[in-house]
């Protein structure tokens, strides 16, 4: 499975896990360009309560069991530190876009979450770690 499978599969199960905590998932892949070369995007938009979360997914391989799986990429750190300043702003700036095209006050409760995935397709298992309000 490439990365590009890995991280759609991770989406899912990240959706499955908001909607098991009572989330309402409004929108999913919400991209936005700025120009023909800056394109960002965020991987679920949902609500619980009166509270807007933007929710960026970030998944990778890993063993839980003892059968090492070959690696697609450095694996050497957590998923939710592949999310730096650079994305971080860049996430601020398309929840803010979101909401302006929805006419939403910016001023409404709306946060910024990251959701951590670990997946062993082995035994199609998934570790989430959910971070709430985790930009700011």
């Known amino acids: 499975m490439n990365t590009k499978k890995i991280g ?4 899912e199960v990240a959706c499955r896990y908001l909607k098991g905590k009572r989330y309402k998932i409004l929108e ?14 965020i991987d679920i938009i949902c609500k619980k309560e009166d509270v807007i979360s933007f929710v960026e997914v970030k998944t990778i391989r890993q063993s839980f ?8 990429e450095r694996q050497d750190f957590l998923p939710e530190e ?28 709306w946060q910024i979450d990251i959701i951590a995935i670990k997946v062993d397709l ?3 298992k998934a570790k989430i770690n959910h971070f709430r309000n985790a930009v700011s």
Request: avoid cysteine; proline fraction near 4%.
């Open 122 to 124: 082995n035994v199609k």
């Open 65 to 72: 069991g003892r059968q090492e799986i070959p690696s697609l």
């Open 28 to 41: 999913r892949n919400y991209s936005k360009n700025w120009s023909a070369v800056k394109k960002g995007e």
């Open 8 to 11: 759609s599969f991770g989406e």
């Open 82 to 109: 592949k999310v730096d300043f650079r994305k971080r702003r860049k996430l601020i700036k398309l929840a803010q876009s979101w909401l302006t095209e929805n006419k939403i006050p910016l001023e409404s409760k």
